[in-house]
Each structure stands twice: as structure tokens, then as C-alpha cells.
């Protein structure tokens, strides 16, 4: 699928970010018409606002010598950096470039700074033999505020300052789709805001404005730190900042920095024009219509993407059409609109809280043409599936007092997984081992999301095999997307497979660290310790491992 289907993400969430809520008893009953939540509570992830593509990374080594790399930082010892090793050539970190998108978040603006890099991972790690390329992304969302303040207002050159960027989300992903980003951006807003939880990273931004021998040049390091005071604080503190730029920075050209910090920004979706000439075209000017209430020409564009692949057989096509149709009193058209794209259920994780919330819509059509039972056996089974949605809720609680769920509304077994990236995934898979395997693999290349469908899959097929392994990959993957309640639990179990003799001896380090983290992260700092301790006495071994320990347990 195309990337023009993201382009309206913020539209994903929309179709219960805009549905309508019932009629309160009482008041306005003759209308159909309903409350609308505000447009403004929508993560609309922009596309790109600035960019910087270029900057000369420095480093001093160990030998006392400065040396550069174009969008890297060298390492430390002389002796890496002249490796022909291809993971020692990408340096100790790089950039491909540097990215700023917005958002807007509860009416306010927010930047979205997104880091891509080059990595990759060898076949045989231990021989360090045959590599294999990979690019990822690290994004961190903050006040835009707080993005461009990291260039003062009152600027002196040659002065150190620092900002932090007090990180609402943020995330790291290995051989990334584009078509998924800003998706994936705008439901991890969703489920930060949603559960009220703290992202496990922040970002600070030191910069460094230098003038000499009439030029000017910006010096910059990306600090990114656990989202913990005690971390960052150091940092941020006066007597430090002269120590910021000792030993390593990227530089650049000062006006191309000034530039990318403080763009001019703009609407956060800009509107459709031009004649639509593809399936793209009108799918994005359906939507774009529908945003902005011209409700009969979305659903004539919508209608003319729906003849054709891949917008056929993508639920959000009729969800937004089903929308649009009660908009103008369409009601019945609109209840088979929302019955098709409940049946074309999205395999892709990323899609399934907005699929759920069509479900939610439905019992609001539901509602309004008086069938009650109808309504909240939707709204129940969409609590039940999962939506973490406070309008869900509160129509439960105004509505079905007294209705006895028994069932879903929605026959699971007769929905279509539509995946366009994976149109063979784990949910039809029947072979243990491969289910397994594939899991292991994208959990090793950083697709942790897509890694957490196989292993649930693994569980389903045979519970008792592998369990060690299996729930102790599918509690790190819980604990690489902040699902840290979840991660306890599943290394719990795989900590009580070890006891029956089950666990590998050899990942045990890597299991108490990981249950450790899960604790850190829910505040439980004494149990995190006592793990710490047991990885220690299990190998674990490493520098920043060693030097977060000892910062955690002192």
C-alpha cells in the first residue's frame, strides 16, 4: 500500500476520534445528531517540516587525537576505527539524517524529531562474519516549544547550553516501513495518553554556537538517557556544561542548524488539491474531504478508491465512507459500511485499536436507530477486544445498565486479515517451529511488535514448548514497547520454567536484567535490584550495563 494511506493517520484514530456520541436520555432525543469530539485531541502526525542531511561527527581518542567522520561519531580506540569491520565502520553512532515532523496533541503542537540511522548484524556474531545491512529509526515526541528552545532566544557564541526535551514517547525501529511511521507515531500518543504512562527514554540536545575566524558553526550532541531524574539531571546542571563537548560532538553548518531547529512549521494536514488519478488520489481526497465536512464528496471519492486495490479490501475505506454516510442521514448504507470494514479485520497490530473503535462507531449507529442491545453488545465487545477508550466506557455506563453480555458482536472466526506487509502472517501459520523461529528473528532485528504476534502464536500452537524461551522473548518484546505490567508477567513464567528445569543457563543473565528492567520501570526498585544482583552472579556482563546498576543500587 502506498504511503498517501498514512498521510491522514491522524484520521486512523478519527474514526472514533470523530464518531458521535449517543444522545443523552432527555436531552435533544428528536435529534440525530451527536456530540463530536474535538479535532483537536488528534495525534495528526505531519510530513516532513525540516530536515538536516549533513555534519562532520568528532571524537577524541584514546590516544589523545581528534578524529572525524561524515554523519558519525568514531569511536574512542584508535584501533576500531581503522577496523575494515563493517559494524566498526558505521562508527560508534551515526545518522543518515535528522528529522522534524509535528503533531498536535490536545490543541497544543508538538514536535516529532526522528533520528535515522545505519545498522546491521552478522550472521555469525562470534566469527563477526557475513553482515548484513540495516537502517533503523529512533523518534522522540516533545513540546515544539521545548524543540526550539534549544536554540535560546538570547544566544551568546561560544557559550554551552542543553535542553531537555522531556520526551512524551519514544521508540526505536529496525528496518522500519514508511508506510507505517507516522501510524505507529500517532497510536504510541495514543497509548502514552491512554494508560497515562511514562516513556522509559528522554532525549536532551546540547548545543554549542561557535565563532571563529569569521565563521559560525553549530556544534550538537543527542543525549538520550533513561527517563529518570536521577539521569538526566547531571546534565542539565551549570558546573557541567563546560564538560559537554570535551570529548565528543557532530558539527555543522551554524545557519542550516539554526533552520532545522527553528522551521516555520505549518497546518498539521494539508488539504487535498488537484484532479484525483489514481486509487491514491481519491482515497486521500475522500479523506480530506470528509475532514473538512464535505461529507457526499467524500463519499463519492471513497466509493471510486474502493473499486480498486488495495483500498478494496483496507477496512479504513469503508470505516471513514460509514462515517461520512451518517453524516448525511444515510443510516442504513452507513450500518453496511461498518459491517464490511468490520470484516475486513487488519492483521497489522498498529491498525487494531483504530479497528476496534469502528466497532464502538457501530454501536453508536446502533444506538441512534434505537437498537440498544445492538449498541452495547458493540461496545462490550470492544472493551472486551481490548479499546482502552474513555467514550467507550462512559456509553457502557450511561446505556447498559442491566444488559447481560453474553457474546462478541463480532464472529472473529469470519473476519478477513488484511496485512499488506505480511500477507502470510503468524495467525495462519500452523508450523510450531517456524512460528518460533520467525519470532526469534524479527525480535533480533528490532521488529518487536511484529515479533510479539509470532510468539503469542507459538503459545497458542503448543504452550508447553520452548516455554522457557518463548515467554521469556515474549516478555522483552513486551518491555521493548513500555507493555511493562505484561513483561513481568511472562518473564515471571519463564522464570518458573527455569525452576522445572526448562531455562537455558546460558540466558539467564538476560532474563533477570530484563525482569529487572520491568520492575525499575513500575517502581518496584528493591525487587529490580535483587535482579540485577542475579543477572550479575549469572554473567552479565558490560560497561553501561555495569555502570546503570550501579547508578539504580547504590
Not at 535560546?152 to 514517547?169: A, G, R, S, T, W
Request: charged share 20%.
Amino acid at each position: 500500500m502506498k504511503q498517501t494511506i498514512f498521510l491522514f493517520l491522524g484520521l486512523l484514530i478519527a474514526i472514533g476520534a470523530v464518531a458521535q456520541y449517543p444522545v443523552q436520555p432527555g436531552k435533544d432525543s428528536q435529534s440525530s445528531d451527536n456530540l463530536t469530539r474535538s479535532m483537536g485531541d488528534l495525534p495528526m502526525v505531519s510530513e516532513t517540516r525540516s530536515m538536516l542531511e549533513l555534519a562532520t561527527g568528532w571524537i577524541l581518542q584514546d590516544n589523545g587525537e581528534w578524529i572525524s567522520g561524515q554523519n558519525q561519531i568514531p569511536w574512542k580506540d584508535p584501533a576500531l576505527n581503522k577496523s575494515s569491520k563493517p559494524s566498526y565502520k558505521l562508527g560508534k553512532e551515526n545518522f543518515i539524517n535528522l528529522e522534524v515532523r509535528d503533531v498536535l496533541v490536545n490543541n497544543e503542537m508538538y514536535a516529532v524529531f526522528i533520528l535515522r540511522f545505519k545498522s546491521g548484524w552478522y550472521e555469525f556474531p562470534m566469527l563477526m562474519e557475513t553482515w548484513h545491512k540495516q537502517t533503523g529509526i529512533s523518534y522522540f515526541v516533545c513540546k515544539l516549544s521545548k524543540f526550539q528552545a534549544v536554540i535560546p532566544e538570547k544566544m551568546e557564541f561560544n557559550k554551552p547550553y542543553i535542553q531537555n526535551l522531556d520526551v512524551l514517547c519514544d521508540n526505536t525501529i529496525m528496518n522500519f516501513d514508511e508506510r507505517y511511521l507516522n501510524s505507529t507515531i500517532a497510536y504510541n500518543i495514543q497509548q502514552i495518553q491512554s494508560l497515562k504512562t511514562i516513556t522509559p527514554h528522554n532525549l536532551l540536545i546540547a548545543f554549542l554556537p561557535v565563532q571563529a575566524g569569521g565563521q559560525t558553526t553549530a556544534r550538537f550532541r543527542l543525549i538520550q538517557v533513561m527517563n529518570k531524574e536521577k539521569f538526566y539531571i547531571p546534565y542539565l546542571e551549570l558546573k557541567n556544561r563546560e564538560k559537554l563537548f570535551k570529548g565528543s560532538y557532530y558539527e555543522c553548518d551554524f545557519s542550516s542548524f539554526r533552520s532545522f531547529i527553528n522551521y516555520s512549521g505549518g497546518a498539521y494536514i494539508q488539504a487535498f488539491s488537484g484532479q484525483p488519478k489514481s486509487a491514491d488520489d481519491y482515497y486521500k481526497r475522500g479523506l480530506s474531504d470528509y475532514a473538512s465536512g464535505n461529507y457526499i464528496q467524500a463519499i463519492s471519492n471513497l466509493t471510486e478508491a474502493s473499486k480498486y486495490n488495495p483500498y478494496s479490501t483496507f477496512f479504513l475505506t469503508y470505516a471513514y465512507r460509514a462515517n461520512a454516510r451518517q453524516k448525511v442521514g444515510d443510516n442504513a448504507a452507513a450500518m453496511m459500511d461498518f459491517d464490511k470494514a468490520i470484516s475486513l479485520k487488519p492483521a497489522e497490530q498498529n491498525y487494531y485499536s483504530a479497528w476496534l473503535t469502528v466497532i464502538y462507531n457501530r454501536g453508536i449507529a446502533r444506538f441512534n436507530n434505537k437498537d440498544r442491545d445492538g449498541a452495547c453488545a458493540d461496545w462490550n465487545t470492544a472493551l472486551q477486544f481490548g479499546l482502552k477508550d474513555v467514550a467507550n466506557d462512559q456509553a457502557i455506563k450511561d446505556h447498559c445498565r442491566g444488559y447481560r453480555y453474553t457474546m462478541p458482536s463480532v464472529a472473529l472466526a469470519q473476519t478477513v486479515s488484511t496485512n499488506f506487509a505480511d500477507l502470510d502472517g503468524p495467525e495462519s501459520m500452523t508450523d510450531y517451529y517456524k512460528v518460533y523461529w520467525e519470532g526469534v528473528w524479527k525480535y533480533e532485528h528490532g521488529n518487536f511488535q511484529d515479533a510479539l504476534r509470532y510468539f503469542n502464536r507459538a503459545i497458542e500452537l503448543r504452550p508447553q514448548d520452548k516455554a522457557f524461551m518463548v515467554y521469556y522473548y515474549r516478555g522483552s518484546c513486551k518491555l521493548k514497547i513500555s507493555d511493562f505490567t505484561g513483561a513481568l508477567t511472562d518473564l515471571d513464567i519463564s522464570l518458573a520454567y527455569n525452576g522445572s528445569n526448562q531455562g537455558d543457563a546460558s540466558m539467564m543473565k538476560s532474563v533477570y536484567y530484563n525482569h529487572g528492567m520491568a520492575n525499575y520501570m513500575l517502581g518496584n526498585n528493591s525487587n529490580a535490584c535483587s535482579d540485577f544482583q542475579k543477572a550479575k552472579s549469572a554473567g552479565l556482563t558490560g560497561a553501561e550495563s555495569a555502570d546503570f546498576i550501579n547508578q539504580v543500587c547504590k
